[in-house]
């Protein structure tokens, strides 16, 4: 398949449009099926180091993406500063202590694997 240069946001995926709106330049993106990024997944990885994302579509799906680890990186850190707002907007209007906030944070954290 070619490669797909579009802007019309209706028919970007979300991941697209979010590495857009991060990277605040035009995305160079190309859709493959599974058959043809199993037979072609050491090219594709040299486009995705160049920037491309690469879309997998599984009978006409779009089903998982390729994208370079600093992009993913990038969208880490987003989703990272995202919580942290949506956690300051809820602890702004509650009335919790800094004590309080500790414990529980304390206590979430001994309580992971």
């Excluded at 099926?33 to 579509?57: S, Y």
């Excluded at 949506?86 to 202590?97: A, H, K, T």
């Amino acid at each position: 398949m070619s490669t797909l240069y579009d802007l019309r946001w209706g028919t970007l995926s979300l991941a697209i449009q979010i590495a857009i709106i991060l990277r605040g330049d035009l995305i160079v993106s190309k859709t493959v099926n599974v058959l043809e990024a199993k037979n072609k997944l050491t090219q594709l990885l040299r486009q995705v180091a160049r920037g491309t994302d690469v879309t997998i579509t599984k009978h006409g799906e779009p089903t998982a993406m390729l994208i370079s680890v600093k992009a993913y990186e990038r969208l880490r850190r987003q989703a990272a500063a995202s919580r942290l707002r949506e956690l300051r907007e809820e602890l702004v209007g509650s009335d919790l202590d800094a004590q309080e906030i500790y414990q529980k944070s304390r206590k979430q954290l001994e309580a992971r694997p």
